[in-house]
């Protein structure tokens, strides 16, 4: 491992943790035959999932081994999501859970990071309620992790350490990759839209993209080990590239990657429609590896709603750009989020919401009832949604998207797609399972020698979420 940190001594330190612990870590399994073993529950969106994957680098770096047994974990990682309540108050839920064994097993670490704990409230109601935890760390330093837990080693309180900002990009860092086939690729961290229900930069900290050389050398490796797809990840991916000194936009990466041997399939998420250009849509069209699938957020159908939500699109506009999407890029498969129930919205304005389900068509749609976060300028908006209208208004939008998705998937019976072998299908070991271009998930029967290979599959029974078909010889 070669960190690629600007400050020197923290380098120096994070790679003495390392080989410390795993000297320790090593003895332990020489004279017990057993490694040390993590696990980690991640919350949250793809962005995590990834910071997971460093953590789980670092963990293996220091000889730890997963595991899917918590009593037999020696580390224990919450991996947080703030972006909702209902996943604050799940995270907060797993952690008292976790005293008695903590109880029993002291020398057990047990660590809490991710963007709940950017948020101070949240951290120090973690520190005052759950004082059997190890380790609070935050979104800007899971690279220290190595010292952290030596310090947790060293000492009998809790090691705290959340930075409130991080513009450095840390490079290299050690990866343990969930999936063998699918990998995803960081092009950018944080967001300076400020959306007014959103907390994310407040706990993701400001935009900053990668340099594409960077990024491209992590393509090239991922090519070389047979990852046949990638994911390029960003807050907004469409305002990759702002601020680096060499002049390149998100379509100039989008061609870039395109042109490298190997992979087969490039998506990305997440796109904000204010910054989507025609460039990037022609970048789209024109680059075959590029699928045809784009998770647009509409968040809501109403201009009244959007400018409070400082969005900086209408919902004419969006529709427009909906149909620009198509016109040149006829299959593609769009994809949404929406809130509803933001404060003040009415009746009126979630008709508009609904009115613009039914023109976009949008082929899957992620619906949030709006949630308070402290510290966001929604929190103090007056007019707050009562309860059981966001929910009955959750429950409309539902249904109305789950008949367009149906009736999206019905116009695929008999048509052959490809499809990206992935795994055997969770819900039917029968089965495989692997995605469309369009993003789409089929299950069809077939040998698991084709994991990993692009295979036509006839579409035979197709459902609002899902695609069940047969592969074609
Ligand atoms: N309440 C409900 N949903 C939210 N999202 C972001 N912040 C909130 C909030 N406070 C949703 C948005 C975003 C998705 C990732 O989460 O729809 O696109
Ligand atoms: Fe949140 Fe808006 Fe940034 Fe997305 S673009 S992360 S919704 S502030």
């Not at 035959?33 to 529950?41: A, D, L, P, Q, V």
């Not at 997963?66 to 990682?77: G, L």
Request: aromatic share 8%; with cysteine.
């Amino acid at each position: 491992m070669k960190l690629n940190i600007a400050d020197i001594e923290k380098i120096d330190e994070i790679q003495n943790a390392i080989n410390e612990i795993m000297k320790i870590n090593n003895n332990i399994y020489y004279e017990t035959g057993n490694k040390k073993k993590y696990m980690i529950f991640t919350f949250g969106c793809q962005m995590n999932e990834h910071d997971t994957e460093v953590l789980s680098g670092l963990l293996e770096e220091m000889g730890y081994e997963h595991t899917n047994s918590i009593k037999e974990s020696d580390i224990i990682i919450f991996n947080t999501c703030s972006v909702r309540e209902h996943a604050e108050n799940r995270v907060l839920g797993r952690i008292s859970q976790l005293k008695p064994l903590k109880n029993i097993k002291p020398d057990l670490i047990l660590g809490i990071c991710g963007c709940m704990m950017q948020e101070k409230n949240m951290s120090e109601y973690v520190l005052e309620h759950f004082p059997y935890v190890d380790l609070i760390f935050g979104t800007h330093n899971i690279h220290e992790l190595p010292v952290l837990i030596k310090k947790a080693m060293e000492s009998n309180s809790v090691i705290y350490d959340v930075w409130e900002n991080n513009q450095d990009i840390v490079e290299n860092l050690p990866m343990t990759r969930k999936d063998k086939i699918k990998a995803y690729v960081n092009i950018m961290y944080g967001c300076n839209n400020f959306c007014t229900y959103c907390i994310v930069p407040y706990v993701r900290g400001r935009e900053r993209s990668r340099k594409p050389e960077d990024i491209i050398n992590e393509v090239k490796v991922l090519a070389d080990e047979g990852y046949k797809e990638i994911t390029l990840l960003g807050q907004n991916v469409n305002s990759y590239g702002r601020g680096l000194e060499k002049k390149i936009d998100f379509a100039d990466l989008l061609y870039m990657i395109n042109e490298m041997n190997g992979i087969e399939r490039i998506r990305f998420t997440t796109s904000h429609p204010k910054d989507l250009s025609d460039k990037l849509i022609y970048a789209m069209r024109d680059c075959e590896k590029v699928c045809e699938h784009i998770h647009l957020p509409v968040q809501a159908g109403s201009d009244r709603i959007l400018k409070l939500m400082n969005r900086h699109y209408t919902k004419e506009s969006y529709l427009l750009l909906v149909d620009k999407l198509r016109q040149n890029i006829p299959d593609i498969a769009i994809t949404t989020d929406i809130i509803v129930g933001f404060p003040s919205e009415t009746d009126e304005d979630f008709i508009e919401t609904l009115d613009l389900v039914k023109k976009a068509e949008f082929d899957l749609a992620y619906t949030f009832i709006y949630s308070k976060r402290t510290g966001t300028i929604a929190a103090q908006m007056d007019n707050q949604v009562q309860d059981e209208i966001k929910h009955k208004r959750l429950d409309e939008l539902i249904k109305l998207q789950n008949s367009i998705s149906l009736e999206k998937n019905s116009r695929l019976k008999d048509v052959v797609v490809e499809v990206l072998v992935e795994e055997v299908s969770k819900r039917d070991i029968n089965k495989l399972s692997g995605r469309t271009r369009t993003n789409k998930l089929v299950h069809f029967p077939g040998d698991d020698s084709l994991i990993g290979c692009l295979a036509n599959v006839k579409i035979t029974e197709p459902r609002a979420y899902t695609l069940i078909g047969e592969i074609l010889e």
